[in-house]
């Protein structure tokens, strides 16, 4: 499975000298569209719509969730990054901590399965499924990740978008009762 996953790793790096356009556009893909995130749930929260309120706390704590549990995977297995072993070529700066699994897209994909399974936030949560794609592609083309480290993070996600969404949603709707009591416009 190492082979394989070095050996697809290979196939979608990129060369030492990219085209510079294809490099500014797996930047920004890698980078910066995690920025549309906090933006996306803000608005959620803020809007005065019940619905998009509930949408955007149940994706947050879906994302926390998410994110809490990779923590434990990298402690668990620490695999290291591409670049800490030498393969490839890295083309961003980022920390010699664990690759499995890719927290961006975790966190990415997290949001977006919650907002998914919210039938108001439906076709906002599968665009973020979507864009999701070319972020992994982004994040292995630049050299940071593995594919299965995408992979990893597609599980995660899933799992903590439905335990958030479905199997825990009495629980969540208590805890989202006593959090919608704060004020909600700025």
């Known amino acids: 499975m190492l082979q394989l996953n070095q050996h697809l790793f290979l196939i979608l790096n990129a060369p030492a000298s990219p085209a510079l356009p294809l490099l500014v556009l797996a930047i920004c893909l890698a980078e910066y569209l995690i920025w549309s995130l906090p933006l996306l749930l803000l608005y959620g929260w803020f809007s005065g719509r019940p619905v998009l309120r509930r949408a955007a706390f149940d994706a947050g704590l879906a994302a926390l969730c998410a994110l809490t549990v990779n923590q434990f995977i990298g402690l668990a297995w620490p695999n290291p990054r591409p670049f800490v072993i030498g393969l490839g070529h890295t083309l961003i700066a980022h920390a010699a901590d664990p690759s499995f699994p890719s927290d961006h897209l975790t966190l990415f994909w ?7 399974l919210t039938p108001a936030t439906r076709r906002v949560g599968g665009g973020l499924l979507l864009l999701g794609l070319p972020m992994a592609w982004a994040r292995i083309y630049l050299g940071v990740h593995y594919p299965l480290d995408m992979l990893g993070a597609a599980v995660v996600a899933g799992a903590m978008g439905v335990l ?5 949603r009495p629980v969540v709707g208590r805890v989202f009762d006593r959090c919608a009591a704060l004020p909600g416009r700025l």
């Open 110 to 116: 997290s949001v977006g399965i919650a907002l998914w």
């Open 164 to 168: 958030v969404c479905r199997t825990a």
